[in-house]
């Protein structure tokens, strides 16, 4: 048995220089920082409750004009154990490819489609060159509720639409929806 810990941080940072028509130009520097959104740290315990994580799942895809269907509950971690998602907490995608036209399509399958992204007419972009999405649902807690995986939502698609892109996935989750 794995045991799962982690820190989630996003870090963005921009300064907007005022000086048109001023005698003294000043700069605005926006701030979010409390707990749970962008630019705040969120640090995981191990277990299922509220801010708990006990499933990671990791992966370097290399498609080739194709797409992949994980089945969140179906997968297997990095020391080969079987993983069962209930819940979602992060889902970061990275695409390495060095061209910034070579981008992932993210979204629910078909089939037994996950209801936290959009379906394929609506799909999530990620561009390439280092492009990345990050999906984060730190709290939430209670069936079919936030970024919930269950027998019928489950099924979460990558697209590498004509091109052949290397990408990272990197999953954090529950065992249970709690």
Aim: net charge negative; charged share 10%.
């Amino acid at each position: 048995m794995a045991v799962v810990v982690g820190t989630a941080v996003q870090n963005i940072s921009f300064t907007q220089t005022v000086s048109s028509g001023l005698i003294n130009p000043y700069s605005i520097v926006p701030a979010i920082a409390a707990p749970g959104v962008p630019g705040a740290s969120i640090n995981y315990a191990n277990g299922t409750a509220a801010g708990l994580v006990d499933l990671l799942y990791e992966k370097q895809f290399s498609l080739a004009s194709t797409t992949t269907t994980l089945d969140l509950t179906s997968l297997t971690d990095a020391g080969g154990g079987a993983i069962v998602f209930a819940r979602i907490r992060e889902l970061i995608v990275y695409v390495y490819d060095a061209s910034a036209a070579h981008l992932i399509k993210v979204y629910a399958g078909a089939s037994n489609g996950i209801t936290w992204v959009p379906p394929v007419a609506n799909y999530l972009q990620v561009a390439g060159n280092g492009g990345s999405l990050r999906l984060s649902d730190p709290q939430t807690v209670g069936s079919s509720l936030g970024y919930y995986v269950d027998g019928t939502h489950k099924n979460l698609v990558f697209d590498s639409v004509a091109n052949t892109v290397t990408f990272y996935v990197l999953i954090a989750g529950c065992s249970a929806q709690s």
